[in-house]
C-alpha cells in the first residue's frame, strides 16, 4: 500500500518495499503521486522562522497531503534533508511546484523543487529548494513540511488505496459477517496494518473494552491473504485472520 501522510499517501496492498521501506510509508497500498508537474518557476517562501502564539488560528489541511518532512540541512549548500511520508519517489525527485507548512503558517506557501536524491540506507530524501542557497537558509526550514493539494492524487494501479478512503472502512470477519470494528489508522510495518478500533459487539474476550469503557484497537495486517476483500462502494473490509491473531493483538 502506498500513501502520504495527513493526509498522506499509500499504495498496494502485499507489494514489495521499494527502496527499503519505501519512498513514503509504503502499507500495500499508494496514495499520492506527483508524476504530472508543471515546472514553474515559483516564488521562495520567507524563511524565517516563525513562533506561533496561542492566538494563532490552526491551519486547515483538508485540501493538502503531506509528503515528507524536513529533518535537517544536508551540507553547506541549502540541501535539505527529508522524512518522506509518501510512498511515491516522484514527489521527492520531479522538479516542480511544492508547498512549505512552517510553524505559526496558516496555509502552505509554494517553493520550487529543483532537484531529489534518495538516500536508501538512511530511507530519507535530499532535495533542493529554489531560494535555499547556504546552511542558514536551510536550518530555518527545519521541521517544515512538505505537502501538495489533495486534488494532486495519483491513478491507482489495481488493489492500491488510499489511505483517506481506508479510514472510516468497517471491517467484517468473512465467515461469519460479524462486525469487527472500524480502521481508524494505517501503520506502516513491514507489511502495512489496519488499526481497527473494536466495535462493542465484538467480544473475542471480556477484557476488549476497558475499565474506562474506552474502546480497545487491534492490529490486522494488511495483505491480500488476511484481507481479501477491500469494497470502497460498500464501505467495509471482510477479514480472514490465522487463527490466534486477534488474541494477540488483545
Not at 505537502?147 to 488505496?161: N, W
Amino acid at each position: 500500500m502506498k500513501h502520504e501522510e495527513a493526509n498522506k499517501e499509500i499504495g498496494g496492498r502485499g507489494a514489495e518495499k521499494q527502496r527499503g521501506r519505501g519512498a513514503e510509508k509504503q502499507r500495500g497500498k499508494k496514495v499520492g503521486g506527483n508524476s504530472k508537474i508543471q515546472n514553474v518557476q515559483s516564488p521562495a517562501p520567507n524563511l524565517q522562522p516563525v513562533v506561533a502564539s496561542p492566538q494563532s488560528p490552526a491551519p486547515n489541511l483538508d485540501d493538502w497531503l503531506e509528503i515528507g518532512k524536513i529533518v535537517s540541512p544536508q551540507g553547506l549548500s541549502g540541501e535539505l534533508r527529508v522524512y518522506p511520508v509518501s510512498d511515491f519517489p516522484e514527489r521527492f525527485e520531479v522538479p516542480g511546484k511544492r508547498w512549505l507548512l512552517c510553524s505559526g503558517d496558516i496555509e502552505p506557501q509554494p517553493i520550487e523543487l529543483l532537484t531529489g536524491r534518495y538516500i536508501s540506507n538512511k530511507n530519507l530524501y535530499v532535495i533542493k529548494l529554489a531560494g535555499v542557497e547556504n546552511c542558514d537558509r536551510a536550518e530555518a526550514l527545519r521541521g517544515c513540511k512538505l505537502m501538495v493539494p489533495a486534488s494532486d492524487r495519483p491513478q491507482l494501479s489495481e488493489d492500491e488505496y488510499h489511505v483517506l478512503d481506508l479510514i472510516g472502512l468497517e471491517v467484517f470477519m468473512q465467515a461469519s459477517g460479524e462486525l469487527v470494528g472500524t480502521v481508524v489508522d494505517i501503520i506502516p510495518a513491514g507489511n502495512d496494518l489496519l488499526e481497527v478500533k473494536l466495535h462493542p459487539s465484538f467480544t473475542t474476550d471480556k477484557e476488549q473494552v476497558t475499565n474506562d469503557k474506552k474502546q480497545k484497537t487491534i492490529l490486522i495486517p494488511f495483505v491480500e491473504a488476511i484481507a481479501p476483500v477491500v469494497d470502497l462502494k460498500s464501505n467495509r473490509i471482510e477479514i480472514t485472520p490465522p487463527p490466534g491473531l486477534l488474541e494477540i493483538n488483545n
